[in-house]
């Protein structure tokens, strides 16, 4: 599988986890880096205007609980957006990966 056809199916989790349209992550280009930088700005949007549906979307994901506390008590309020976002690409990556492991047996 290429890194495109992973972003592809990350961006598909995230806007299902997060109820957000397929075009709210439209990228210039198919990369992680492109999705971070889209993802960190509805990450900080959400920390600023709607912590419950952040908590919920990362419910959704998976996210791990002890990371997200780890980040928000670790991190400098400027990064924070930008660590939890790579953090939900992460965990949604490692979906896709598994996903595609169990469809290929």
Request: charge should be negative; avoid cysteine; hydrophobic fraction near 35%.
């Amino acid at each position: 599988m290429t890194e495109q056809q992973e972003v592809s199916q990350s961006i598909q989790l995230i806007s299902n986890h997060f109820s957000i349209a397929d075009q709210e992550l439209t990228l210039e280009e198919n990369t992680f880096d492109s999705l971070e930088k889209k993802l960190t700005s509805i990450v900080s949007y959400l920390l600023d205007k709607d912590m419950n549906r952040l908590l919920n979307s990362l419910y959704r994901i998976d996210l791990d609980e002890s990371v997200f506390k780890k980040i928000l008590t670790e991190e400098p309020p400027e990064n924070l957006s930008r660590r939890i976002a790579g953090e939900i690409i992460k965990r949604e990556l490692q979906k896709v990966k598994t996903r595609e492991k169990y469809k290929a047996q």
